[in-house]
Protein backbone atom coordinates (compact mmCIF):
# COMPACT_ATOMS: atom_id res chain seq x y z
CA UNK A 1 0.00 0.00 0.00
CA UNK A 2 1.23 3.23 -1.29
CA UNK A 3 0.79 6.30 1.14
CA UNK A 4 -0.24 8.15 -1.67
CA UNK A 5 -2.67 5.62 -2.85
CA UNK A 6 -6.80 6.24 -1.96
CA UNK A 7 -6.45 2.66 0.02
CA UNK A 8 -4.01 4.86 2.59
CA UNK A 9 -6.63 7.87 3.07
CA UNK A 10 -9.95 5.78 3.61
CA UNK A 11 -7.61 3.43 6.55
CA UNK A 12 -6.52 6.79 8.03
CA UNK A 13 -10.33 7.95 7.79
CA UNK A 14 -11.54 4.99 9.22
CA UNK A 15 -8.80 4.29 11.73
CA UNK A 16 -8.85 7.88 12.75
CA UNK A 17 -13.07 7.62 13.33
CA UNK A 18 -12.50 4.35 16.07
CA UNK A 19 -9.71 5.74 17.45
CA UNK A 20 -11.20 8.33 19.33
CA UNK A 21 -14.75 6.27 19.66
CA UNK A 22 -12.52 3.75 21.78
CA UNK A 23 -11.80 3.39 24.89
CA UNK A 24 -8.53 5.92 25.12
CA UNK A 25 -6.93 3.05 27.35
CA UNK A 26 -7.14 0.88 23.93
CA UNK A 27 -6.04 3.58 21.33
CA UNK A 28 -2.19 1.77 21.58
CA UNK A 29 -3.87 -1.32 20.47
CA UNK A 30 -5.72 -0.27 17.72
CA UNK A 31 -2.24 1.88 16.05
CA UNK A 32 -0.27 -1.56 17.14
CA UNK A 33 -3.47 -3.49 14.72
CA UNK A 34 -3.62 -0.62 12.18
CA UNK A 35 0.73 -0.82 11.74
CA UNK A 36 0.19 -4.85 11.62
CA UNK A 37 -2.26 -4.11 8.37
CA UNK A 38 -0.51 -2.05 7.02
CA UNK A 39 2.50 -4.32 6.83
CA UNK A 40 1.29 -6.83 5.60
CA UNK A 41 -1.01 -4.90 2.97
CA UNK A 42 2.86 -2.71 1.63
CA UNK A 43 5.60 -5.29 2.11
CA UNK A 44 5.77 -9.28 2.07
CA UNK A 45 4.08 -10.30 5.59
CA UNK A 46 6.97 -13.28 6.15
CA UNK A 47 9.58 -10.18 6.89
CA UNK A 48 7.75 -9.03 9.64
CA UNK A 49 9.70 -12.01 11.35
CA UNK A 50 12.63 -9.28 11.09
CA UNK A 51 10.75 -6.89 12.82
CA UNK A 52 10.00 -9.40 15.82
CA UNK A 53 13.60 -10.87 15.54
CA UNK A 54 15.15 -6.70 16.18
CA UNK A 55 12.14 -6.31 18.64
CA UNK A 56 12.87 -9.54 20.91
CA UNK A 57 16.46 -8.64 21.04
CA UNK A 58 15.74 -5.21 22.38
CA UNK A 59 13.49 -6.15 24.80
CA UNK A 60 15.19 -8.69 26.36
CA UNK A 61 18.43 -7.25 26.44
CA UNK A 62 17.29 -4.01 28.02
CA UNK A 63 14.87 -5.81 30.73
CA UNK A 64 17.60 -7.46 32.06
CA UNK A 65 20.14 -4.92 32.16
CA UNK A 66 17.90 -2.64 34.47
CA UNK A 67 16.96 -5.51 36.31
CA UNK A 68 17.95 -7.46 39.25
CA UNK A 69 20.15 -9.71 37.98
CA UNK A 70 22.60 -7.09 36.33
CA UNK A 71 23.20 -5.73 39.89
CA UNK A 72 26.33 -8.18 40.35
CA UNK A 73 29.76 -8.21 38.23
CA UNK A 74 28.95 -11.38 36.77
CA UNK A 75 25.36 -10.13 36.29
CA UNK A 76 26.79 -6.55 34.53
CA UNK A 77 29.26 -8.73 32.71
CA UNK A 78 25.92 -10.65 30.77
CA UNK A 79 23.82 -7.31 30.56
CA UNK A 80 26.76 -6.16 28.49
CA UNK A 81 26.82 -8.94 26.32
CA UNK A 82 23.52 -9.20 25.85
CA UNK A 83 23.43 -5.46 24.78
CA UNK A 84 26.03 -5.78 22.47
CA UNK A 85 24.79 -8.98 21.03
CA UNK A 86 21.03 -7.32 20.50
CA UNK A 87 22.89 -4.08 18.78
CA UNK A 88 24.85 -6.95 16.34
CA UNK A 89 21.72 -8.76 15.76
CA UNK A 90 19.94 -5.64 14.50
CA UNK A 91 23.43 -4.59 12.34
CA UNK A 92 23.29 -8.37 11.41
CA UNK A 93 19.97 -8.80 9.63
CA UNK A 94 20.45 -4.99 8.25
CA UNK A 95 23.49 -6.04 6.61
CA UNK A 96 22.63 -9.18 4.71
CA UNK A 97 19.16 -7.59 3.61
CA UNK A 98 19.96 -4.09 3.12
CA UNK A 99 23.50 -3.54 3.21
CA UNK A 100 23.76 -5.91 -0.22
CA UNK A 101 24.77 -2.80 -2.22
CA UNK A 102 28.28 -3.14 0.50
CA UNK A 103 28.96 -7.13 -0.28
CA UNK A 104 27.73 -7.88 -3.18
CA UNK A 105 30.21 -6.60 -5.66
CA UNK A 106 32.58 -9.00 -3.97
CA UNK A 107 30.72 -12.59 -4.27
CA UNK A 108 28.30 -11.35 -7.43
CA UNK A 109 24.68 -11.61 -8.29
CA UNK A 110 24.28 -15.04 -7.52
CA UNK A 111 25.47 -14.63 -3.78
CA UNK A 112 22.38 -12.64 -3.51
CA UNK A 113 19.87 -14.39 -1.49
CA UNK A 114 16.51 -14.33 -2.71
CA UNK A 115 14.52 -13.22 0.59
CA UNK A 116 13.54 -9.63 0.54
CA UNK A 117 14.74 -6.72 3.62
CA UNK A 118 11.86 -5.59 6.13
CA UNK A 119 10.25 -2.47 4.88
CA UNK A 120 11.60 0.39 6.61
CA UNK A 121 14.61 -2.28 7.92
CA UNK A 122 16.77 0.94 7.49
CA UNK A 123 14.94 3.26 9.87
CA UNK A 124 13.47 0.82 12.41
CA UNK A 125 17.19 -0.54 12.77
CA UNK A 126 18.36 2.37 14.12
CA UNK A 127 15.47 3.26 16.24
CA UNK A 128 16.23 0.03 17.87
CA UNK A 129 19.83 0.62 18.07
CA UNK A 130 19.36 3.83 19.48
CA UNK A 131 16.51 2.13 22.35
CA UNK A 132 19.02 -0.43 23.07
CA UNK A 133 21.89 2.21 24.15
CA UNK A 134 19.20 4.75 25.91
CA UNK A 135 18.84 1.99 27.99
CA UNK A 136 21.48 1.08 29.01
CA UNK A 137 23.01 4.51 29.13
CA UNK A 138 20.06 4.97 31.49
CA UNK A 139 18.61 7.97 29.73
CA UNK A 140 15.09 6.05 29.39
CA UNK A 141 13.41 3.04 31.44
CA UNK A 142 12.80 -0.05 29.11
CA UNK A 143 9.81 -0.43 28.00
CA UNK A 144 7.97 -3.56 30.52
CA UNK A 145 5.43 -4.37 27.91
CA UNK A 146 7.12 -6.05 25.13
CA UNK A 147 3.69 -5.20 22.55
CA UNK A 148 4.46 -1.89 23.73
CA UNK A 149 7.93 -1.81 22.49
CA UNK A 150 6.37 -3.76 19.32
CA UNK A 151 4.38 0.10 17.80
CA UNK A 152 7.63 1.68 18.53
CA UNK A 153 9.62 -0.56 16.41
CA UNK A 154 6.70 -0.75 13.87
CA UNK A 155 4.55 2.37 14.24
CA UNK A 156 3.04 2.32 10.56
CA UNK A 157 3.45 5.99 9.66
CA UNK A 158 6.82 6.10 9.74
CA UNK A 159 7.60 2.42 8.40
CA UNK A 160 8.07 3.85 4.83
CA UNK A 161 10.73 6.76 4.84
CA UNK A 162 11.17 7.47 8.76
CA UNK A 163 11.53 9.96 10.35
CA UNK A 164 13.96 8.30 13.39
CA UNK A 165 12.43 8.95 15.84
CA UNK A 166 13.55 8.64 19.97
CA UNK A 167 11.79 6.06 22.12
CA UNK A 168 11.31 9.57 24.06
CA UNK A 169 9.51 11.22 21.49
CA UNK A 170 7.73 8.32 20.58
CA UNK A 171 5.91 7.34 24.34
CA UNK A 172 2.75 9.36 23.18
CA UNK A 173 1.93 6.52 21.29
CA UNK A 174 0.96 4.57 24.54
CA UNK A 175 -0.93 8.14 26.22
CA UNK A 176 -4.49 8.70 25.77
CA UNK A 177 -5.68 11.07 22.91
CA UNK A 178 -8.54 12.92 23.60
CA UNK A 179 -10.66 13.93 19.86
CA UNK A 180 -8.81 17.50 18.94
CA UNK A 181 -10.34 19.80 16.03
CA UNK A 182 -6.08 21.16 15.76
CA UNK A 183 -4.92 17.48 15.06
CA UNK A 184 -7.23 16.37 12.58
CA UNK A 185 -7.46 19.36 10.66
CA UNK A 186 -3.84 20.02 11.20
CA UNK A 187 -2.49 16.40 10.01
CA UNK A 188 -5.14 16.64 6.91
CA UNK A 189 -3.58 19.63 5.96
CA UNK A 190 -0.11 18.43 6.21
CA UNK A 191 -1.38 15.23 4.58
CA UNK A 192 -2.56 17.61 1.62
CA UNK A 193 0.68 19.55 1.36
CA UNK A 194 2.46 15.99 1.29
CA UNK A 195 0.33 15.03 -1.36
CA UNK A 196 1.00 17.84 -3.70
CA UNK A 197 4.72 18.12 -3.19
CA UNK A 198 4.85 14.53 -4.49
CA UNK A 199 1.84 14.12 -6.97
CA UNK A 200 1.91 17.56 -8.73
CA UNK A 201 5.91 18.75 -8.31
CA UNK A 202 8.06 15.40 -7.59
CA UNK A 203 6.64 13.47 -10.41
CA UNK A 204 6.65 16.41 -12.41
CA UNK A 205 10.81 17.29 -12.01
CA UNK A 206 11.90 13.06 -11.71
CA UNK A 207 10.00 12.77 -15.55
CA UNK A 208 12.53 15.33 -17.15
CA UNK A 209 15.42 14.53 -14.95
CA UNK A 210 14.46 10.50 -15.79
CA UNK A 211 14.24 11.52 -19.32
CA UNK A 212 17.71 13.66 -19.56
CA UNK A 213 19.44 10.46 -18.14
CA UNK A 214 17.67 8.11 -20.20
CA UNK A 215 18.94 10.12 -23.17
CA UNK A 216 21.39 8.40 -25.74
CA UNK A 217 22.80 11.69 -27.27
CA UNK A 218 23.19 14.25 -24.11
CA UNK A 219 23.66 17.98 -24.82
CA UNK A 220 25.79 20.44 -22.10
CA UNK A 221 22.43 22.15 -21.16
CA UNK A 222 20.38 19.23 -20.64
CA UNK A 223 22.83 17.74 -18.33
CA UNK A 224 22.90 21.01 -16.51
CA UNK A 225 19.17 20.87 -16.39
CA UNK A 226 18.96 17.78 -14.42
CA UNK A 227 21.77 18.62 -12.16
CA UNK A 228 19.37 21.61 -11.14
CA UNK A 229 16.30 20.10 -11.04
CA UNK A 230 17.26 16.78 -8.87
CA UNK A 231 17.67 18.67 -5.54
CA UNK A 232 13.96 19.95 -6.49
CA UNK A 233 12.87 16.42 -7.11
CA UNK A 234 14.66 14.72 -4.24
CA UNK A 235 13.41 17.58 -1.51
CA UNK A 236 9.83 17.44 -3.07
CA UNK A 237 9.78 13.49 -3.02
CA UNK A 238 11.28 13.03 0.94
CA UNK A 239 10.22 16.17 2.40
CA UNK A 240 6.13 15.24 0.75
CA UNK A 241 6.51 11.67 2.27
CA UNK A 242 7.50 13.44 5.51
CA UNK A 243 4.80 15.65 5.35
CA UNK A 244 2.32 12.99 4.70
CA UNK A 245 4.00 11.01 7.92
CA UNK A 246 3.91 13.44 9.89
CA UNK A 247 -0.11 14.58 9.12
CA UNK A 248 -1.45 11.14 9.09
CA UNK A 249 0.67 10.52 12.86
CA UNK A 250 -0.65 13.92 13.95
CA UNK A 251 -4.36 12.73 13.53
CA UNK A 252 -3.79 10.26 16.20
CA UNK A 253 -2.13 12.92 18.14
CA UNK A 254 0.82 11.46 17.71
CA UNK A 255 3.85 14.00 17.35
CA UNK A 256 6.73 12.45 15.04
CA UNK A 257 9.91 14.48 14.80
CA UNK A 258 10.66 16.86 12.31
CA UNK A 259 13.08 16.00 9.55
CA UNK A 260 13.41 19.35 7.07
CA UNK A 261 13.44 23.00 7.75
CA UNK A 262 13.96 24.57 4.79
CA UNK A 263 17.72 23.18 3.78
CA UNK A 264 17.94 25.29 0.64
CA UNK A 265 18.38 28.32 2.81
CA UNK A 266 21.16 27.14 4.36
CA UNK A 267 23.84 29.69 3.10
CA UNK A 268 26.79 26.61 4.23
CA UNK A 269 27.13 22.86 3.60
CA UNK A 270 27.27 22.32 7.25
CA UNK A 271 24.05 24.39 8.17
CA UNK A 272 22.36 22.44 5.16
CA UNK A 273 22.99 18.93 6.85
CA UNK A 274 20.92 20.66 10.00
CA UNK A 275 18.15 21.40 8.49
CA UNK A 276 18.40 18.14 5.81
CA UNK A 277 17.25 14.38 7.39
CA UNK A 278 17.32 16.12 10.69
CA UNK A 279 17.01 12.57 12.46
CA UNK A 280 19.38 10.78 10.65
CA UNK A 281 22.29 13.65 11.25
CA UNK A 282 21.35 14.00 14.96
CA UNK A 283 20.96 9.96 15.19
CA UNK A 284 24.55 9.61 13.90
CA UNK A 285 25.80 12.56 16.17
CA UNK A 286 24.23 11.60 19.16
CA UNK A 287 25.39 7.63 18.79
CA UNK A 288 28.48 7.43 16.91
CA UNK A 289 29.97 10.98 17.08
CA UNK A 290 29.95 12.28 20.62
CA UNK A 291 30.28 8.56 21.64
CA UNK A 292 33.63 8.70 19.98
CA UNK A 293 35.08 12.14 20.53
CA UNK A 294 34.36 11.57 24.39
CA UNK A 295 36.38 8.26 24.14
CA UNK A 296 39.65 7.23 26.00
CA UNK A 297 41.55 7.02 22.68
CA UNK A 298 40.35 10.17 21.13
CA UNK A 299 40.81 12.13 24.31
CA UNK A 300 44.39 11.30 24.21
CA UNK A 301 44.53 11.87 20.61
CA UNK A 302 43.21 15.32 20.87
CA UNK A 303 45.35 16.03 24.08
CA UNK A 304 48.79 14.86 21.84
CA UNK A 305 47.42 16.81 18.58
CA UNK A 306 47.03 20.05 20.87
CA UNK A 307 51.12 19.77 21.80
CA UNK A 308 52.16 19.04 18.40
CA UNK A 309 50.33 20.98 16.54
CA UNK A 310 48.39 23.89 18.92
CA UNK A 311 45.07 24.51 20.06
CA UNK A 312 42.98 24.69 16.82
CA UNK A 313 44.39 22.85 14.24
CA UNK A 314 44.49 19.71 17.47
CA UNK A 315 41.24 19.61 17.90
CA UNK A 316 40.70 19.89 14.34
CA UNK A 317 42.33 16.99 13.87
CA UNK A 318 39.99 14.96 16.52
CA UNK A 319 36.91 16.39 15.03
CA UNK A 320 38.01 15.42 11.67
CA UNK A 321 38.55 11.66 12.24
CA UNK A 322 35.35 11.66 14.08
CA UNK A 323 33.29 13.71 11.69
CA UNK A 324 35.21 11.26 8.97
CA UNK A 325 33.74 7.86 10.78
CA UNK A 326 30.58 9.67 11.23
CA UNK A 327 30.06 10.05 6.94
CA UNK A 328 31.25 6.66 6.59
CA UNK A 329 28.52 5.44 8.76
CA UNK A 330 25.95 7.39 6.74
CA UNK A 331 27.56 6.28 3.50
CA UNK A 332 27.55 3.02 5.27
CA UNK A 333 23.53 3.13 5.82
CA UNK A 334 22.52 4.31 2.64
CA UNK A 335 23.40 0.83 1.58
CA UNK A 336 26.53 1.17 -1.25
CA UNK A 337 30.08 1.93 -2.39
CA UNK A 338 28.88 4.96 -4.44
CA UNK A 339 27.48 6.43 -1.36
CA UNK A 340 30.85 5.86 0.59
CA UNK A 341 33.12 7.49 -2.37
CA UNK A 342 30.83 10.09 -3.60
CA UNK A 343 28.60 11.26 -1.28
CA UNK A 344 29.99 11.11 2.31
CA UNK A 345 33.97 11.45 1.21
CA UNK A 346 32.36 14.49 -1.01
CA UNK A 347 30.51 16.43 2.19
CA UNK A 348 33.48 15.27 4.87
CA UNK A 349 36.15 16.84 2.69
CA UNK A 350 33.91 20.36 2.14
CA UNK A 351 33.05 20.79 5.39
CA UNK A 352 36.48 20.12 6.96
CA UNK A 353 37.69 22.35 4.61
CA UNK A 354 35.05 24.53 5.31
CA UNK A 355 36.43 24.55 8.59
CA UNK A 356 39.90 25.01 7.76
CA UNK A 357 39.01 28.28 5.61
CA UNK A 358 36.81 29.45 7.97
CA UNK A 359 39.07 32.39 9.75
CA UNK A 360 40.73 33.09 6.17
CA UNK A 361 37.38 34.03 4.34
CA UNK A 362 36.23 36.12 7.45
CA UNK A 363 39.15 38.53 7.46
CA UNK A 364 38.32 38.76 3.36
CA UNK A 365 34.93 39.57 3.64
CA UNK A 366 36.01 41.81 5.77
CA UNK A 367 38.35 43.42 3.83
CA UNK A 368 35.68 43.74 0.96
CA UNK A 369 33.24 44.96 3.42
CA UNK A 370 30.61 42.60 2.80
CA UNK A 371 27.70 43.02 4.85
CA UNK A 372 26.95 39.37 5.87
CA UNK A 373 23.37 40.11 6.39
CA UNK A 374 22.75 41.33 3.25
CA UNK A 375 19.96 39.67 1.40
CA UNK A 376 22.30 39.55 -1.82
CA UNK A 377 24.93 37.86 0.46
CA UNK A 378 22.88 35.67 1.68
CA UNK A 379 21.40 34.53 -1.47
CA UNK A 380 24.54 33.89 -2.84
CA UNK A 381 25.39 31.96 0.03
CA UNK A 382 22.55 29.60 -0.34
CA UNK A 383 23.10 29.14 -4.39
CA UNK A 384 26.94 28.15 -3.45
CA UNK A 385 24.86 25.45 -0.97
CA UNK A 386 22.66 24.30 -3.47
CA UNK A 387 25.08 23.92 -5.86
CA UNK A 388 27.49 22.23 -3.44
CA UNK A 389 24.39 19.27 -2.53
CA UNK A 390 23.34 19.40 -6.64
CA UNK A 391 27.05 18.05 -7.48
CA UNK A 392 26.98 15.30 -4.33
CA UNK A 393 23.22 14.13 -5.43
CA UNK A 394 24.58 13.44 -8.73
CA UNK A 395 25.42 10.05 -7.05
CA UNK A 396 22.30 9.40 -5.50
CA UNK A 397 21.26 9.63 -9.14
CA UNK A 398 23.57 7.84 -11.17
CA UNK A 399 23.40 3.92 -10.55
CA UNK A 400 27.48 3.62 -10.07
CA UNK A 401 30.23 5.62 -9.25
CA UNK A 402 31.71 5.86 -13.21
CA UNK A 403 28.12 6.40 -13.96
CA UNK A 404 28.11 9.87 -12.05
CA UNK A 405 31.94 10.40 -13.29
CA UNK A 406 30.77 10.01 -16.89
CA UNK A 407 27.99 12.53 -16.30
CA UNK A 408 30.27 15.00 -14.77
CA UNK A 409 32.61 14.47 -17.95
CA UNK A 410 30.16 14.98 -20.07
CA UNK A 411 28.79 18.10 -18.87
CA UNK A 412 32.64 20.05 -18.24
CA UNK A 413 33.96 19.36 -21.46
CA UNK A 414 31.23 20.12 -23.44
CA UNK A 415 30.21 23.19 -21.59
CA UNK A 416 34.18 24.62 -21.57
CA UNK A 417 34.17 23.55 -25.60
CA UNK A 418 30.75 25.70 -26.13
CA UNK A 419 28.55 23.05 -26.83
CA UNK A 420 25.48 24.27 -24.41
CA UNK A 421 23.34 25.20 -27.50
CA UNK A 422 21.05 27.40 -25.30
CA UNK A 423 18.82 27.59 -28.15
CA UNK A 424 17.64 24.18 -27.02
CA UNK A 425 15.73 26.12 -24.35
CA UNK A 426 13.26 27.79 -26.25
CA UNK A 427 12.34 25.39 -29.18
CA UNK A 428 10.47 22.03 -29.45
CA UNK A 429 13.83 20.09 -27.86
CA UNK A 430 12.71 21.22 -24.46
CA UNK A 431 9.15 19.63 -24.60
CA UNK A 432 10.22 16.64 -25.89
CA UNK A 433 11.31 15.41 -22.42
CA UNK A 434 8.04 14.13 -21.26
CA UNK A 435 6.53 17.35 -20.37
CA UNK A 436 4.28 20.16 -22.21
CA UNK A 437 3.92 23.64 -21.78
CA UNK A 438 1.45 23.26 -19.33
CA UNK A 439 3.56 20.79 -17.31
CA UNK A 440 6.51 23.49 -16.69
CA UNK A 441 4.16 26.24 -15.71
CA UNK A 442 2.76 24.02 -13.06
CA UNK A 443 6.52 23.64 -12.31
CA UNK A 444 7.86 27.03 -11.94
CA UNK A 445 4.17 27.62 -9.61
CA UNK A 446 4.91 24.85 -7.54
CA UNK A 447 8.33 26.11 -7.03
CA UNK A 448 7.18 29.36 -6.19
CA UNK A 449 4.80 28.10 -4.14
CA UNK A 450 7.35 26.22 -2.21
CA UNK A 451 9.37 29.31 -1.56
CA UNK A 452 6.52 31.15 -0.34
CA UNK A 453 6.31 28.39 1.95
CA UNK A 454 9.67 28.27 3.28
CA UNK A 455 9.94 31.98 3.98
CA UNK A 456 6.68 31.94 5.78
CA UNK A 457 7.81 29.13 7.98
CA UNK A 458 11.89 30.79 8.55
CA UNK A 459 9.27 34.01 9.87
CA UNK A 460 6.40 32.89 11.29
CA UNK A 461 7.42 28.76 12.38
CA UNK A 462 5.16 27.23 10.04
CA UNK A 463 3.30 28.43 6.77
CA UNK A 464 0.40 26.45 8.05
CA UNK A 465 0.13 28.53 11.19
CA UNK A 466 0.45 31.37 9.20
CA UNK A 467 -2.63 30.99 7.26
CA UNK A 468 -4.54 29.69 10.51
CA UNK A 469 -4.51 33.21 11.41
CA UNK A 470 -6.57 34.38 8.52
CA UNK A 471 -9.93 34.82 7.81
CA UNK A 472 -12.28 32.06 7.31
CA UNK A 473 -13.06 32.62 3.40
CA UNK A 474 -8.97 32.99 2.53
CA UNK A 475 -8.04 29.60 4.62
CA UNK A 476 -10.83 27.88 2.76
CA UNK A 477 -9.29 29.36 -0.32
CA UNK A 478 -5.76 28.51 0.12
CA UNK A 479 -6.44 24.22 1.03
CA UNK A 480 -9.54 24.13 -1.59
CA UNK A 481 -6.99 25.68 -4.08
CA UNK A 482 -4.31 22.87 -2.96
CA UNK A 483 -7.00 20.46 -2.95
CA UNK A 484 -8.04 21.22 -6.64
CA UNK A 485 -4.21 21.43 -8.03
CA UNK A 486 -3.71 17.73 -6.52
CA UNK A 487 -6.88 16.36 -7.72
CA UNK A 488 -6.36 17.89 -11.01
CA UNK A 489 -2.13 18.42 -11.86
CA UNK A 490 -1.32 15.18 -9.16
CA UNK A 491 0.41 12.40 -11.29
CA UNK A 492 -1.95 9.85 -11.16
CA UNK A 493 -4.82 7.64 -12.40
CA UNK A 494 -4.94 4.32 -14.57
CA UNK A 495 -2.81 5.62 -16.88
CA UNK A 496 0.02 6.79 -14.70
CA UNK A 497 1.66 4.92 -10.98
CA UNK A 498 3.02 7.16 -9.15
CA UNK A 499 6.62 5.76 -8.32
CA UNK A 500 8.06 5.09 -4.88
CA UNK A 501 9.59 7.87 -3.24
CA UNK A 502 13.37 8.17 -3.37
CA UNK A 503 14.31 7.42 0.52
CA UNK A 504 12.04 4.38 0.60
CA UNK A 505 14.72 1.94 -1.02
CA UNK A 506 16.69 2.69 2.35
Not at 15 to 38: A, D, H, R, T
Not at 123 to 132: D, E, K, N, R
Not at 164 to 173: G, K, M, T, W
Request: aromatic residues 16%; hydrophobic residues 50%.
Amino acid sequence: MSITSFGFLLMICAGVSLYYILPKSWQWVELLVLSLIFYCMSAAPYTFVYILISTAAAYISTRFARGKGAETDRGRKLAACLGVGAVLINVGLWFVFKGKGLWMPFFGEAAVMPYLAALGMGYYTLQVIGYILDCYWGSIEPQKNPLKLLLFVCFFPQMITGPISRYSQLEALYEKHPLSYENITFGAQRILWGFFKKLVLAERVGAVVNAIWEMQTQEAVFLWIALLLYPIQMYADFSGCMDIVIGAAECFGIKLPENFNNPFFARSIQEFWQRWHITLGTWAKDYVLYPLLKSERMVRLGSSAKKKFGKRYGKFISTALGMLVLWLVMGIWHGGVKYILGVSLWYWALLMLGDLCAPGLKKVTRLLKVHEDSFSWRLLQSIRTYLIYAVGAVFFRAETVGGALAFFKNMLVMTVNGNLHLENLFNKSLLQLGLNISDWIVILISVLLLVTAAVLREKDGYARAWVARQILPFRWFVWLGFLVAVVICGKYGEQYNAVNFIYQIF
